[in-house]
């Protein structure tokens, strides 16, 4: 078969001109300069709060920190010995400030002495946007997962009711649990439709366990969850469960806005 002379002459000449603009390319062509990212000192340890975090405790107080059902009224939970403890009589509490999209630490401990099962055994969650009083928001679950089985995404590093976590890395009560969290805020259109959905990563005690996931809407405890009401930034809630369990502590809470 012969080719057309006219075709292997385009051939030939798409060839030569390919090898000279290669010919031609140098390595500084793909780097550039600018801009420069801003240098931020980090802590001495990963779980230390870097230069640019904003601190939510610090173990000294509660200055950053509202009751969700009445955010005029300071948060009413327990600062003991560098601790925060849940108060499951005061209710939810939720930062003063409102966040978009961040990277979050915070670490939890279920007592040693823990009691209960299921779901009712050291519950708390995460919302990790709260978009209204009580439990409305998107929840990151806190519960003893450490040889205490209930239904998967209901355990510790789920997304409530939404996916469960990749694994299971939960300590023993009594130790120190560590969430690592980026969150990527919701972004709705002027007529209130979604434009893009929520999505979040999460290390558990320094493992992955979900990985950009996309979230279906805020928390729905019955029903699926959907987007049904535009909202723009909005604060962390920490949960303050109704389960008979011993109450859980927190401390070195910090934030980074991205």
Do not use: C
């Not at 950053?64 to 403890?85: F, H, I």
């Not at 990277?103 to 002495?113: T, Y």
């Not at 946007?129 to 590093?157: C, F, H, R």
């Not at 919701?186 to 434009?195: A, C, G, I, R």
């Amino acid at each position: 078969m012969k080719l057309n002379s006219t075709i292997l002459t385009t051939v030939l000449l798409a060839g030569i001109s390919t090898a000279s603009v290669f010919a031609q390319a140098k390595h500084e062509d793909t780097e550039f300069y600018t801009p420069v990212p801003k240098e931020v000192k980090p802590g001495k340890t990963v779980s230390e709060a870097p230069s640019d975090a904003i601190i939510l405790f610090d173990g000294k107080n509660l200055s950053e920190w509202v009751t969700t059902e009445d955010r005029n009224k300071p948060a009413q939970w327990t600062v003991a010995n560098g601790l925060l403890t849940v108060d499951k009589k005061a209710g939810n509490i939720e930062t003063k400030k409102a966040f978009g999209n961040y990277q979050l630490h915070l670490e939890w401990k279920v007592p040693a002495n823990i009691t209960g099962e299921g779901q009712g055994r050291g519950n708390s969650g995460i919302f990790l946007a709260s978009i209204g009083k009580g439990d409305l928001g998107y929840e990151l679950q806190v519960l003893d997962n450490n040889n205490n089985p209930t239904y998967t995404n209901g355990m510790a590093g789920s997304i409530y009711k939404q996916t469960t976590p990749l694994v299971n890395p939960s300590r023993k009560p009594g130790e120190w649990q560590v969430y690592d969290i980026v969150w990527t805020a919701p972004v709705f259109n002027t007529d209130s439709t979604l434009k893009s959905p929520a999505a979040v990563t999460v290390f558990l005690n320094g493992v992955l366990v979900q990985n950009n996931f996309i979230l279906k809407g805020p928390t729905q405890y019955i029903g699926e969850a959907a987007y049904r009401k535009a909202h723009g930034n909005s604060p962390i809630k920490l949960q303050s469960h109704g389960d008979k369990s011993e109450p859980l502590s927190f401390r070195n809470i910090w934030v980074r806005e991205l």
